[in-house]
């Protein structure tokens, strides 16, 4: 199987994006065929989910979101019809004939785009990490069934054949009952530095008021927050663990079918008042599955940290940047992140033959879901739940050498109450939703 990265994803959906309007112009089907689309973002994550969502024939981007006037060229070039607002809320009120909505925005803004979407009754595709608070995420699983909407989170890689093949090993059983999963990211999102002390004047066409949304008001500073830096920001983004966890845990969280741990324990130092912390390392410890031994522990480490020596050494002793191995009774999974996983030892599993699993599109799937033709794999009553498991990693990191009790039915730490002021947010006065 050939392996495929998350750049080659981004650049097929990029690609997309750029096609010639003409092309999208005759590929739209009949008006009562058509879903009607709208993005919150028009650039970067937000460009390649406009390009990959509208490959579709059966949907037409109507309207975007973008705070930022150099961000939306594309979108005027390749969507001439398609209007744009600067305020979110402003495109909902006025946009009375949508049908589904893409958010595409920095973390902060995930859920509260989305709970006003859902509000509306409208069909929602939220990148990942669904949202940026436990709340949060619990909140928008609820209503998105309440209100039996369809809904899918952006783990593209979801979809993929190397990722479905992964979960459907350990369901068959190949390598016995999991006692532990080790995961990990080279990607370091994060900054030890303080917060720069000063203010820079606002670039002409950009609302830095808008861009805050719910976040307290504060000094705009240039190359600080916007673009792409706000990942590092505690206030905006969830670090290299909220991201590239909401990935790579996808499969564990899927095959082990885990939910609430029994404890969350962070060994490494925290973020700093500003930002999250470069390296990370976070063991969980579930109850038993069906799937594992009585309990099992799924330990997540990023940036320059990686598995022990002995846990490397079972994979031949070189892992690759991001990853996961899951140890089981009767051999072990090597899944390196996009490419296929590997059983090993190789002596053993020398005549094992793999299943044949296809992938789907990720997106098609949710235009479909839309129209009434099946259903998505990573609705919000799977990818709500997973994001709460790997956003309470983000939690525990702000409490190193802790073992934290977290009561999942409650949305409570049980056993140290001053982590519970970051399991929910408090939105900045004038930017409140209803329902969060």
């Given at each position: 199987m050939?392996?495929i990265?998350r750049?080659a994803?981004?650049?097929?959906?990029?690609?997309a994006?750029?096609?010639?309007?003409?092309?999208?112009?005759h590929?739209?089907?009949?008006?009562?065929e058509?879903v009607?689309?709208?993005?919150?973002g028009?650039?970067?994550m937000?460009g390649?989910?406009i390009?990959?969502?509208?490959?579709?024939?059966?949907?037409?981007?109507?309207a975007?979101?973008e705070?930022?006037?150099?961000?939306v060229?594309?979108?005027?070039?390749?969507?001439?019809?398609c209007k744009?607002?600067?305020d979110?809320r402003?495109l909902?009120d006025?946009?009375?004939?949508?049908?589904?909505?893409?958010?595409?925005?920095?973390?902060h803004?995930?859920?509260?785009?989305a709970?006003?979407?859902?509000?509306?009754g409208l069909?929602v595709?939220?990148q990942k990490?669904l949202t940026?608070t436990i709340?949060?995420?619990?909140?928008l699983?609820?209503?998105?069934?309440?209100k039996?909407?369809?809904?899918?989170?952006?783990?593209?890689?979801h979809s993929?054949?190397?990722?479905k093949?992964?979960?459907?090993?350990v369901?068959?059983g190949a390598?016995?009952k999991?006692?532990?999963?080790?995961?990990?990211?080279?990607?370091?999102?994060g900054?030890?530095?303080?917060?720069?002390?000063?203010?820079?004047a606002v670039?002409?066409?950009?609302?830095?008021?808008?861009?805050?949304?719910?976040a307290?008001?504060?000094?705009?500073?240039?190359?600080?927050y916007?673009?792409?830096?706000?990942r590092k920001r505690l206030?905006f983004g969830?670090?290299?663990?909220?991201?590239?966890?909401c990935h790579?845990l996808?499969?564990?969280?899927?095959?082990?079918?885990v939910?609430?741990p029994?404890t969350?324990?962070?060994?490494?130092?925290?973020?700093n008042?500003?930002n999250?912390?470069?390296d990370?390392q976070?063991?969980y410890?579930?109850?038993?599955?069906?799937?594992?031994t009585?309990?099992?522990a799924?330990?997540?480490?990023?940036?320059q940290?990686?598995p022990?020596?002995?846990?490397?050494?079972?994979?031949?002793?070189?892992?690759?940047d991001?990853g996961?191995?899951?140890?089981?009774?009767?051999?072990v999974?090597?899944?390196?992140?996009?490419?296929a996983?590997?059983?090993?030892?190789a002596?053993?599993f020398?005549?094992?033959?793999?299943?044949?699993v296809?992938?789907?599109d990720h997106?098609?799937?949710?235009?479909?879901a839309v129209?009434?033709?099946?259903?998505?794999?990573?609705?919000?009553s799977?990818?709500?739940?997973l994001?709460e498991m790997?956003?309470?990693g983000?939690?525990?990191?702000?409490?190193?050498?802790?073992d934290?009790?977290?009561?999942?039915?409650?949305?409570k730490v049980?056993?140290?109450?001053?982590?519970n002021?970051?399991?929910?947010?408090t939105?900045?006065?004038?930017?409140?939703?209803?329902?969060l």
């Open positions: 050939s392996k990265t750049r994803v981004l650049k097929t959906a990029a690609a994006f750029a096609a010639p309007y003409v092309w999208r112009l590929a739209h089907a009949a008006p009562s058509t009607l689309h709208a993005s919150f028009a650039s970067g937000a390649a989910d390009g990959s969502l509208t490959a579709s024939k059966h949907l037409k981007l109507v975007v979101a705070v930022d006037d150099a961000r060229a594309n979108v005027k070039k390749n969507f001439p019809g744009i607002y600067k979110y402003e909902l006025k946009e009375k004939k949508l049908d589904s909505v893409n958010v595409s925005t920095p973390d803004m995930h859920a509260p785009i709970m006003r979407a859902l509000n509306r069909h595709y939220g990490p940026q709340y949060e995420a619990r909140r699983t609820e209503v998105a069934a309440e039996k909407l369809v809904t899918q989170m952006g783990i593209q890689i993929h054949p190397v990722h093949l992964v979960v459907k090993l369901h068959d390598i016995g999991v006692k532990e999963v080790h995961s990990w990211s080279g990607k370091s999102w900054d030890t530095a303080p917060k720069p002390d000063r203010k820079d670039p002409a066409g950009f609302d830095w008021n808008l861009w805050l949304g719910v307290s008001e504060r000094p705009f500073i240039k190359g600080y916007h673009p792409g830096e706000w206030d969830t670090g290299t663990f909220g991201d590239m966890g790579i996808d499969p564990v969280f899927g095959a082990l079918g939910g609430n029994l969350i324990r962070s060994e490494l130092p925290g973020p008042d500003y999250w912390s470069l990370v976070v063991k410890v579930f109850p038993g599955t069906t799937r594992t009585d309990t099992v799924v330990t997540w480490y990023n940036g940290v990686r022990p020596e002995e846990v490397q050494k079972l994979v031949g002793g070189k892992l690759s991001q996961s191995v899951y140890i089981g009774e009767k051999g999974l090597y899944s390196p992140y996009i490419a996983p590997v059983l090993l030892p002596e053993q020398k005549d094992f033959k793999r299943p044949e296809k992938g789907d997106y098609t799937q949710f235009v479909e129209r009434g033709n099946g259903q998505t794999s990573a609705p919000f799977y990818s709500g739940p994001t790997v956003l309470l983000c939690l525990a990191t702000r409490f190193p050498k802790t934290l009790k977290w009561d999942t039915k409650a949305l049980t056993n140290h109450d001053a982590a002021k970051f399991v929910r947010r939105y900045r006065k004038g930017h409140e939703v209803e329902g």
